[in-house]
Nanobody, 124 residues
């Protein structure tokens, strides 16, 4: 059972930056595909970005390409999301998720474990 705890959310103005972190309890963290998802009020949860178990090639939703960067530190069981040039439409609850897989997907149903979320609010 993997426990995931997100942190780093907050309120920023448009154009600002935030760095989200996700701490994983599982010592086999390096075997999991990891992803960041977000859910705005009244909308479905959507995939933002994923990173495979060993790091390497990440995948980004078109809406965040060039602005967000996902990374992981397997030695610390940590996942990160650097968010730059934030826009009001990025406002949402952000979740990290883990999948028992060597490859990744942006489908929410692909993921086995979820954190409780951290709120990001971007004002114009």
């Amino acid at each position: 059972q993997v426990q995931l705890v997100e942190s780093g959310g907050g309120s920023v103005q448009a154009g600002g930056s935030l760095r989200l972190s996700c701490a994983a309890s599982e010592y086999t963290f390096s075997r999991y595909c990891m992803g960041w998802f977000r859910q705005a009020p009244g909308k479905e949860r959507e995939g933002v970005t994923t990173i495979p178990p060993g790091g390497g090639s990440a995948y980004y939703a078109d809406s965040v390409k060039g602005r967000f960067t996902i990374s992981r530190d397997n030695s610390k069981n940590m996942l990160y999301l650097q968010m730059n040039n934030l826009k009001p439409e990025d406002t949402a609850m952000y979740y990290c998720a883990a999948a028992v897989s060597s490859w990744c997907s942006l489908w929410t149903s692909f993921y086995n474990y979820w954190g409780q979320g951290t709120q990001v609010t971007v004002s114009s």
